[in-house]
């Protein structure tokens, strides 16, 4: 079973940058979609970034775009997050989201743990 192990995260002043990685732990064929989503408190999760089609089609969010970049390794079997210019309403627990096949091409569709990103003003 995938399991999705993040990284990176942290307390980082404003302008400053960080990078999540987000490192797929299994047997798999590849990494077709890729979801970075953002939980800050008492609020909804939302969506920050997105690569699909192989990570050939990017989308983000109107608040991130220009700022985030969000990218793969195929060779690590990892993808990231590269957060630069960060404000404080950064602030929130970043989750990433990956779907793709099995070496046997059966479908996965996997969540990481979450991560905190803290952008002190």
């Known amino acids: 079973q995938v399991q999705l192990v993040e990284s990176g995260g942290g307390l980082v002043q404003a302008g400053g940058s960080l990078r999540l990685s987000c490192t797929v732990s299994?047997?798999?064929?590849?990494?077709?979609?890729i979801n970075w989503y953002r939980q800050a408190p008492g609020k909804e999760r939302n969506m920050v970034a997105s690569?699909?089609?192989?990570?050939?089609?990017?989308n983000y969010a109107d608040s991130v775009k220009g700022r985030f970049t969000v990218s793969k390794d195929n060779a690590e079997n990892t993808v990231y997050l590269q957060m630069n210019s960060l404000k404080p309403e950064d602030t929130a627990v970043y989750y990433c989201?990956?779907?793709?096949?099995?070496?046997?091409?059966?479908?996965?569709?996997?969540w990481g743990q979450g991560i905190r990103v803290t952008v002190s003003p």
């Open positions: 989201n990956v779907q793709g096949f099995y070496r046997n091409l059966i479908e996965y569709n996997a």
């Open positions: 299994a047997n798999i064929f590849s990494i077709n979609d």
């Open positions: 690569a699909t089609r192989g990570g050939s089609l990017t």
